[in-house]
């Protein structure tokens, strides 16, 4: 039997799995758009001159008036995607001439996570004002201006974790606040959550996001987005994957409320200032999708995101507080409930995710040079194998 070549999908097998795996329209898109071009050219390291005539390009289709870019430089961080920052000048509606700082997101070759950045856009935008976001301008979802698919928002202010801790590639996975931060930072942290979860997504525009029917089409969807992307990814497969697909099909809860999902939320996707202790901008929003709010729960309060605390026997969700005190503190903030034995079914969905992404989609993407992050992409395989021994363990408690 001749061995599938992913590296060079056909146009049969991509249909199959489209037809296999139904997603949401936009999901749909994106990763149907992934493979018929990961055949093409890897990630070539591009001038920062190639992304300012991007940016001259769309504003001067978009703005009428005279603009200015200035002191344009790269940003690091982030595992996913690219980022520019650079300072704008231009006439802003309702505030006149101004100059602010602008951060250009725009996508490699192939991401760890091929979203869109139209649904970005359009979530970011959402929550202006709900939550601390960045303000978001302009968007190129089709790579019109850019190389890739891009967004421009504003620069926010802020650092991930105290500056007094020794810089690392941990990307937020057990960062210690301390006793003082954690009650100022975790009880922020929470609030938001509810905020989100809470939001009335009929108001503002999504309609990049396909709106479930009730009971489990919204499940079904995230099953059929990351198995799609485990079998378009994988290199070599694993039984207790198939395993665990199979137990999450098997017990599907449905949904009682649908919520707008953050689906990366935890330490590490949240800038804060040090001078007053305040979340400054909630991030990474490019997962974004209407769902159950366990499935944020659960994620969040994985122990890959939080630590414990010195007595060696007390989890802090987040490296804020422990469990009972997070779940009990969101009860209360959002008027919402939550349910043990779904947090128990979207922590294996979450396992299942994450090693789709740092064992399938890392490794296919750095193997083939798709990413402007090789060598950390490299790096971050290797947490796969502990989140396998959680999965598994995770399997054995819930069967």
Known sequence: ???????????????????????????????????????????????????????????????????????????????????????????????????????????????????????????????????????????????????????ICGFIKGVTKPTDLPPDLSAGFGTNFGPVLRPILGAQFVDCLAKIHTLNWRKPDLSTMDVPQPGIQAVEWQLNWWERVYEEDVREDIPLMRLAMAWLRENMPPVDRVSVIHADYRTGNFLYTEHDNKISAILDWELGHMGDRHEDLAYTAMHLFGHHIDDGKTFLVGGFMPEKEFFALYEKLSGLSVNPKTLDYYNVLGLYKLITIALATMCRIASCGKTHHDILMTWLIGVSYPMLDLLRNRIDEVM
């Open 1 to 151: 039997m001749r061995t599938r070549d992913k590296n060079r999908p056909t146009a049969e097998w991509i249909a199959s799995l489209r037809q296999r795996f139904p997603c949401e329209t936009t999901v749909d898109r994106v990763l149907t758009r992934k493979l018929q071009r990961r055949a093409g050219p890897p990630f070539k390291q591009m001038p920062l001159e190639t992304l300012v005539n991007g940016v001259q390009e769309l504003l001067t289709a978009e703005l009428k008036d005279l603009f200015e870019i200035a002191n344009p430089r790269w940003l690091v961080g982030g595992a996913s995607k690219i980022h520019m920052a650079f300072e704008l000048t231009w006439s802003l509606a309702g505030v006149g001439r101004t100059t602010r700082s602008m951060v250009l997101r725009m996508e490699p070759a192939e991401s760890t996570a091929e979203t869109s950045r139209l649904r970005e856009f359009q979530i970011i935008k959402a929550f202006d004002g709900v939550v601390p976001v960045p303000n978001v301008y302009w968007v190129d979802d089709e790579g019109k201006y850019f190389p890739y698919p891009a967004l």
